[in-house]
C-alpha cells in the first residue's frame, strides 16, 4: 500500500501560479504511475495530469500549456505546477497513485482562483 498527502494549495488570483505537491509513503514510490484530479463544486472528478513510472506525461486539453507534473523519485514525491490559473480551475484537487491498476488517493487540497 502507499499513503499519500496533498498540500499547496490556497486563494490565488486570476493569471497566478501554485505548485501542489504530493508526498508518499508506505511503499515503493518509483514503481507508480501517478495523477492529479480534481473535482469542482457540482462538478465529476476529472483528470488533470499524469505521469508514468517511466516519466512519460499527459494532460488534458483544458490545462496543456498551463500546467506541468513531475516527479523526484528520490523524494517520493509529485508535483503539480498551475501557471495562468483561471477561475475554472477553482477545485479540490487529488492525487493519485497507481500500479497494476490499483488506486490510491489522497484527501485532496483545496484550490481557489478568485479576485
Known amino acids: 500500500q502507499v499513503q499519500l498527502v496533498e498540500s499547496g494549495g490556497g486563494l490565488v488570483q486570476p493569471g497566478g501560479s501554485l505548485r501542489l505537491s504530493c508526498a508518499a509513503s508506505g511503499s515503493i514510490f518509483s514503481t507508480y504511475a501517478m495523477g492529479w484530479y480534481r473535482q469542482g463544486p457540482g462538478k465529476q472528478r476529472e483528470l488533470v495530469a499524469r505521469i508514468t513510472s517511466g516519466g512519460r506525461t499527459d494532460y488534458a486539453d483544458s490545462v496543456k500549456g498551463r500546467f506541468t507534473i513531475s516527479r523526484d523519485n528520490a523524494k517520493k514525491t509529485a508535483y503539480l505546477q498551475m501557471n495562468s490559473l483561471k477561475p475554472e480551475d477553482t477545485a479540490v484537487y487529488y492525487c493519485?497513485?497507481?500500479?497494476?491498476?490499483?488506486?490510491?488517493w489522497g484527501q485532496g487540497t483545496q484550490v481557489t482562483v478568485s479576485s
Open positions: 493519485k497513485a497507481d500500479r497494476y491498476g490499483v488506486p490510491y
